[in-house]
């Protein structure tokens, strides 16, 4: 099976499993569409790049299924002109499809290998308003102002306040927090002046975050 069949019918089921949520916001779709998801898989899993499940990338990490990506940057909302920030690169494809309906998008991550690899995919995909960096995003990103919308997939122990702080008003966070020690959920924060509304929202299989940079990787 060729990439382009691969890409083609992957694309449909997932389309079909999306608009089954109620997911059927076209310009999303249409960006998940132009991005694709072969390039941000390892060759061996190209024939899973549209499934529901996990994927193995390097350095010990894995990127959700193409579902929940979907499902996560749907919940966000974004527009045109806002200004993301992402905190777990991962293999770049959420950033990549982001980055075709917001303004900017910085996404970090704390292993070199992965944000050199996201970096490529991106551009191989064909955008380029996502900044790719190495980072520790376990305590947020002072000095870059604030963002319209932060989405966070590595768990924290509790709602990350401090990413909170870089969100203008009607911004929203979306978050994962350890609810045991094996499982976490995704939480939703909207700003609205000082105060925070929070809403609990589903399950999530992210790990818990690692604080640091990654030395050897």
């Known amino acids: 099976m060729t990439a382009r069949v691969i890409e ?5 089921a997932l389309a079909l499993r999306l608009r ?12 998940v569409e132009q991005t694709p ?9 190209a024939g899973d790049a549209y499934a529901s499940r ?3 990338i390097d350095c010990g990490s894995f990127i959700e299924g193409a579902d929940l990506a979907v499902r996560l940057i749907h919940l966000l909302g974004l527009k045109a002109s806002h200004r993301v920030l992402e905190v777990g690169t991962g293999s770049g494809f959420t950033a990549a499809v982001m980055g075709r309906l917001a303004e900017r998008v910085l996404t970090v991550d704390r292993f070199r290998t992965l944000t050199a690899q996201a970096q490529q995919n991106i551009e191989k995909a064909g ?16 000095g870059e102002g604030t963002f319209d919308r932060i989405l966070v997939t590595a768990a924290f ?12 008003s009607g911004g929203m966070l979306l978050a994962p927090v350890m609810a ?3 499982a976490c959920r995704m939480l939703k924060l909207v700003k609205t002046g000082s105060r925070f509304d929070r809403e609990d929202l589903f399950e999530v299989p992210y790990l818990p975050i690692v604080p640091h940079l990654a030395q050897a990787l």
Request: hydrophobic share 45%; charged share 20%.
């Open 54 to 56: 996990l994927l193995p």
């Open 8 to 12: 083609k019918e992957g694309f449909a």
């Open 180 to 182: 045991s020690e094996t």
């Open 157 to 168: 122990p509790a709602m990350p306040r401090l990413f909170a702080e870089q969100l203008v």
């Open 20 to 31: 089954g949520e109620g997911i059927n916001n076209i310009d999303l779709l249409t960006a």
């Open 37 to 45: 998801r072969t390039l941000f898989v390892p060759p061996q899993f």
């Open 127 to 142: 955008v380029r308003n996502v900044v790719v960096r190495q980072a520790d995003g376990s305590v947020g990103m002072p």
